[in-house]
């Protein structure tokens, strides 16, 4: 075998590793979503699984798969922060960010539960605030006021921030 046959099949099989790491990372993120989804708690899917708890709290937060996504990813703290301050919690992304399918001149959907109801106002304030962060049209939604025809597709596809 020549040194470049022999680069060559080092180079493909790296390849093949990556490929298979990523699509193991995703089969083991998807499982963990899936069994908080079912509403099975972190512990018992932690046992089921044989991983410890923190790593599966890991594994249910959003990481981007996207350059948008891993911004959103980086701003994470400041973006809690602000909407913490502003009664909300239980942040999560939707949409074509937390699906991977975003594209330049998207914008981020968050998903967010306030502890008391929220003007229009507010919600502006925040929205503008949190465009501020990430750099993009970002759009804050009370999970409150979900439309019905909407309320079961954003939540099945949020994912925490």
């Given at each position: 075998?020549?040194?470049?046959?022999?680069?060559?099949?080092?180079?493909?099989?790296?390849l093949v590793a990556?490929?298979?790491?990523?699509?193991?990372?995703?089969?083991?993120?998807?499982?963990?979503?899936?069994?908080?989804?079912?509403?099975?708690?972190?512990?018992?899917?932690?046992?089921?699984?044989?991983?410890?708890?923190?790593?599966?709290?890991?594994?249910?937060?959003?990481?981007?798969?996207?350059?948008?996504?891993?911004?959103?990813?980086?701003?994470?703290?400041?973006?809690?922060?602000?909407?913490?301050?502003?009664?909300?919690?239980?942040?999560?992304?939707?949409?074509?960010?937390?699906?991977?399918?975003?594209?330049?001149?998207?914008?981020?959907?968050?998903?967010?539960?306030?502890?008391?109801?929220?003007?229009?106002?507010?919600?502006?304030?925040?929205?503008?605030?949190?465009?501020?962060?990430?750099?993009?049209?970002v759009d804050v939604?009370?999970?409150?006021?979900?439309?019905?025809?909407?309320?079961?597709?954003?939540?099945?596809?949020?994912?925490?921030?």
């Amino acid at each position: 075998m020549s040194e470049a046959q022999a680069l060559m099949r080092i180079h493909n099989e790296a390849l093949v590793a990556d490929e298979m790491h990523e699509r193991s990372r995703k089969m083991l993120v998807d499982s963990v979503r899936f069994g908080a989804a079912a509403g099975l708690t972190q512990r018992q899917i932690s046992q089921a699984m044989g991983r410890s708890q923190p790593e599966i709290s890991r594994l249910l937060r959003f990481h981007g798969q996207t350059p948008l996504g891993r911004l959103l990813e980086s701003k994470r703290r400041p973006l809690l922060k602000l909407l913490a301050s502003a009664g909300g919690k239980n942040v999560r992304v939707f949409g074509s960010v937390s699906r991977g399918e975003d594209k330049p001149g998207s914008d981020v959907d968050l998903l967010i539960d306030f502890i008391a109801p929220v003007s229009l106002f507010t919600l502006s304030r925040l929205e503008a605030a949190a465009e501020s962060i990430v750099g993009v049209s970002v759009d804050v939604v009370p999970s409150a006021t979900l439309r019905t025809n909407v309320a079961e597709n954003a939540r099945a596809e949020a994912v925490p921030l």
